[in-house]
């Protein structure tokens, strides 16, 4: 049971969603003896002052004696912000109320121990798998060392993502395409393969209405087949364009994607003559990246659902039919037995305008 202060917390964490990374949303709220609110906080961006800190500064002097609740455990370290343990202490917080433990191994429970030495109570569990729930990038990126990957997948009614000759654009909607962008304003990185840029030559960024950072593009590129003049590699987006390749592709080839402002990772191969999806996300999480939309091809998908690297699944799903044998379908690969299927949990369908848009997350093994 999530307390009513802990659903005011979480619904004020949610106000940060795609501007706090590599921090996690927090949110905050001051409750006096008589139970009444007296002052709340959430972390806005990246950088700025966390939750706690703008619900005390808010509250002042009314902060002495009272109950804080909050999503996450304070932090005890010092990053581009003081420690959030020594501005409760300092403002005569009486008791705390913590959703969830920090998830990062190294720092999980020092905040709240450093509480406790202080005589402060300290309460952990209130409404704990929302706030988890809430910040699975950042759950996923400390306990795993790798960035929540999203497939995110438009298709006919029949599974086609394009007809027999390549065409895509657009088989959805102007009001999925928006949903689309959003997505993108959410998440760190986009993903695509090679085969994705050579059929759409996208430029995999965000084009909503909301001021946003643009998020990094990332290719997988294993053979070098990126042209030095696609439009992910545009010098004029303000993100770096990641191309991961094998030893497969040139000098040449990177010194040409240089030139353009791209940067050429290597990393090793697969027994399949593909990048290595692990080194991949591990080398994306040294640089902070927490979140990644995979938006293709299908080749792609398979790859890191068999891997067990895919977490969240976003269909748009379109009222149309396209048929064709040699049509591609959203997820293609050697494919599964019914008994090794993955298996996905639904959390919302809805509407939007002709379109249906279904999302959900990957089970892993032993949760079902």
């Not at 109950?67 to 020594?86: A, D």
């Not at 080398?283 to 659902?305: C, M």
């Amino acid at each position: 049971m999530t307390s009513r202060y802990m659903q005011r917390a979480l619904a004020l964490a949610r106000r940060g969603l795609g501007q706090t990374s590599p921090n996690p949303m927090v949110g905050a709220v001051i409750v006096n003896e008589a139970g009444h609110i007296i002052a709340d906080g959430y972390h806005a961006k990246a950088g700025g002052p966390h939750a706690e800190v703008m619900a005390l500064r808010k509250a002042g002097s009314l902060a002495r004696g009272q109950t804080l609740y909050v999503t996450l455990e304070p932090c005890n370290h010092t990053g581009r912000t003081p420690p959030c343990t020594e501005a409760i202490m300092a403002a005569g917080i009486r008791r705390v109320v913590v959703a969830t433990r920090d998830p990062n191994p190294h720092v999980a429970g020092g905040g709240l121990d450093r509480l406790k030495d202080a005589h402060i109570e300290v309460e952990v569990g209130d409404g704990a798998d929302e706030a988890e729930a809430l910040n699975r990038p950042f759950f996923t990126w400390s306990r795993e060392g790798r960035p929540y990957c999203t497939l995110k997948i438009a298709t006919s009614l029949d599974g086609k993502v394009a007809t027999v000759t390549g065409e895509s654009k657009y088989l959805t909607s102007h009001q999925a395409l928006a949903h689309a962008h959003e997505l993108r304003r959410q998440h760190d990185a986009i993903l695509v393969g090679s085969g994705t840029i050579l059929t759409d030559n996208p430029r995999l960024t965000y084009r909503g209405k909301r001021r946003a950072r643009q998020p990094v593009r990332v290719v997988l590129d294993s053979r070098g087949r990126t042209p030095p003049d696609a439009l992910v590699l545009d010098p004029q987006v303000q993100s770096p364009a990641l191309i991961f390749t094998s030893d497969r592709a040139s000098d040449d080839w990177e010194r040409q994607i240089f030139s353009r402002g791209g940067e050429v990772v290597r990393v090793t191969s697969d027994p399949g003559g593909h990048v290595n999806l692990r080194e991949v996300m591990a080398q994306l999480a040294d640089r902070h990246i927490l979140s990644v939309l995979v938006e293709g091809g299908p080749t792609v998908h398979a790859a890191l659902i068999s891997q067990g690297l895919a977490d969240g699944w976003v269909l748009y799903l379109a009222p149309i039919i396209l048929g064709g044998r040699d049509a591609p379908t959203a997820v293609e690969g050697a494919g599964f037995s019914l008994q090794s299927a993955p298996r996905l949990t639904l959390h919302q369908v809805r509407r939007l305008g002709p379109d249906v848009v279904w999302e959900g997350s990957f089970e892993r093994q032993g949760s079902r």
